[in-house]
């Protein structure tokens, strides 16, 4: 509960320097945290980055003047607390989706609520994860008949696109009206590929007219079952691996649902053969029981880690494992754990890292640049929670630092970081399987 009064303390004096410039190390001062804290309470606890935060109520102050005011847009800009013309007109098109000259004349209201934890934190589960994810919803699908074609390439990136492209030029050609054709997709399972080969399978719920006879299309059928709605972008691939992280390692989680056994699925909403958004199907079922939070000591265990910085820190790192796993020949080996960390509640692009791990026994010995790559994990208490995995996490954390708020025996230590471990599995389905331990350093709080 400390940690709940701390972080409304740092809204309230974000609140009343909203129009001025603001140091994150203030907001920290006024919050009696060290900032790398607060970036972590502060996300877990509102759901939104420290600094998304500050620029959303701005926007949402702005917004208000453009609507019920006529004072000139520079000056509600100023007023507002954005430094410039051109940041303050991109920010608030982010938010928005409008110019704030377009707004003023729109009848779209944009609001964005301060937030009040003291207020919140007896909501329960169910009103707390809907006003968080609004936009998330479980549905079923039915499973339906279904024109398929499967889609391979050695090329992974861009492989939904081109089976779109050649799918949608198929059924046109063949006189299909493809303004009304829904269309669906799903990677194809791994098993049923050469380990080289990526595929994706698309298709579009209705019946084979009989004149179509393309030796490359064949009937199967829609995958149903419970799913997990969200949506996404056409483009670009970032956005939409986002809005899948979104679901998969913020929803999941903290929701009653655990991940499905069936395919993860995608819709393309398209026009004149151009995919214009997407909706998300994440394959759900429902939890019997939810994971156990747990507190011991972690002895310590030696890891080589690869590391780096920036908006591209994690397919930097992945690379750098994937390189080092090459070089050493020891692709597939489920003998070692992997690790993993990042900067949690840290969206700032310069601040931001992602660190990927692989277990490095003492009987071990290692030479050359790899020593270099030594790090050592544990020695001490960490809270953990056993679980599958959840994409990057964050929804685990969300649930640990959460815990850890609520609690009074314990508080976070800040000298060690969180980690990772993910636990070896073989198989096709080797990705839904593994076992992944979430740890958090903690010290017994002095009380």
């Given at each position: 509960m400390e940690a709940v009064k701390a972080v409304q303390q740092a809204i309230d004096y974000m609140e009343e320097h909203l129009c001025e410039r603001m140091e994150p190390n203030r907001i920290a001062e006024a919050a009696l945290m060290s900032l790398p804290n607060l970036y972590r309470v502060f996300y877990a606890l509102t759901g939104h980055p420290l600094m998304e935060y500050i620029r959303k109520r701005r926007v949402n102050r702005a917004a208000h003047c453009l609507r019920y005011s006529e004072s000139p847009i520079l000056d509600i800009a100023f007023e507002s607390g954005f430094d410039s013309y051109r940041t303050f007109a991109a920010v608030f098109k982010k938010a928005t989706g409008l110019t704030p000259g377009m707004y003023r004349k729109a009848s779209l209201y944009y609001s964005f609520e301060r937030v009040n934890l003291l207020e919140r934190v007896s909501y329960l589960e169910e009103r707390e994860l809907s006003h968080r994810f609004p936009d998330v919803k479980v549905v079923r699908l039915a499973a339906q008949p279904a024109i398929a074609y499967r889609h391979g390439s050695s090329v992974r990136e861009g492989l939904e696109?081109?089976?779109?492209?050649?799918?949608?030029?198929?059924?046109?050609?063949?006189?299909?009206?493809?303004?009304?054709?829904?269309?669906?997709?799903?990677?194809a399972p791994l098993s049923d590929s050469p380990s080289d080969l990526h595929e994706y399978v698309i298709m579009a719920p209705i019946e084979l007219p009989a004149a179509i006879r393309h030796p490359d299309l064949f009937v199967t059928k829609l995958p149903g079952g419970l799913y997990a709605e969200g949506k996404a972008p056409a483009a670009p691939a970032s956005a939409i691996i986002a809005a899948w992280n979104r679901i998969v390692a913020e929803w999941l989680p903290r929701s009653s649902f655990k991940l499905g056994s069936h395919p993860f699925v995608e819709e393309f909403f398209h026009h004149r053969g151009r995919i214009t958004r997407m909706k998300l199907f994440l394959p759900v079922s429902k939890k019997h029981e939810?994971?156990?939070?747990?507190?011991?000591?972690?002895?310590?265990?030696?890891?080589?880690?690869?590391?780096?910085?920036?908006?591209?820190?994690?397919?930097?790192?992945?690379?750098?494992?994937?390189?080092?796993?090459?070089?050493?020949?020891?692709?597939?080996?489920?003998?070692?754990?992997?690790?993993?960390?990042?900067?949690?509640?840290?969206?700032?692009?310069?601040?931001?890292?992602y660190e990927l791990g692989i277990a490095a026994p003492d009987d071990i010995h290692?030479?050359?640049?790899?020593?270099?790559?030594?790090?050592?994990?544990?020695?001490?208490?960490?809270?953990?929670?056993?679980?599958?995995?959840?994409?990057?996490?964050?929804?685990?954390?969300?649930?640990?630092?959460?815990?850890?708020?609520?609690?009074?025996?314990?508080?976070?230590?800040?000298?060690?970081?969180?980690?990772?471990?993910?636990?070896?599995?073989?198989?096709?389905?080797?990705?839904?399987?593994?076992?992944?331990?979430?740890?958090?350093?903690?010290?017994?709080?002095?009380?």
């Open positions: 696109d081109e089976a779109f492209r050649l799918f949608y030029k198929m059924l046109a050609s063949a006189g299909i009206e493809m303004e009304r054709t829904r269309l669906f997709g799903f990677d939810q994971e156990t939070i747990e507190v011991a000591a972690l002895p310590r265990s030696r890891i080589l880690a690869f590391r780096a910085g920036g908006i591209h820190a994690q397919s930097l790192a992945d690379d750098q494992l994937t390189a080092w796993l090459n070089q050493q020949a020891v692709v597939g080996d489920i003998r070692r754990s992997l690790y993993m960390s990042y900067s949690y509640g840290i969206t700032e692009c310069d601040d931001s890292w290692i030479t050359g640049e790899d020593a270099g790559r030594v790090k050592w994990l544990g020695g001490g208490l960490y809270a953990s929670v056993s679980t599958v995995a959840y994409g990057v996490m964050t929804g685990v954390l969300d649930l640990l630092h959460e815990w850890l708020c609520q609690t009074d025996d314990y508080c976070l230590d800040e000298t060690r970081s969180w980690f990772a471990e993910y636990l070896p599995a073989s198989g096709p389905e080797a990705e839904r399987s593994t076992t992944v331990i979430c740890y958090l350093p903690v010290i017994r709080s002095n009380v």
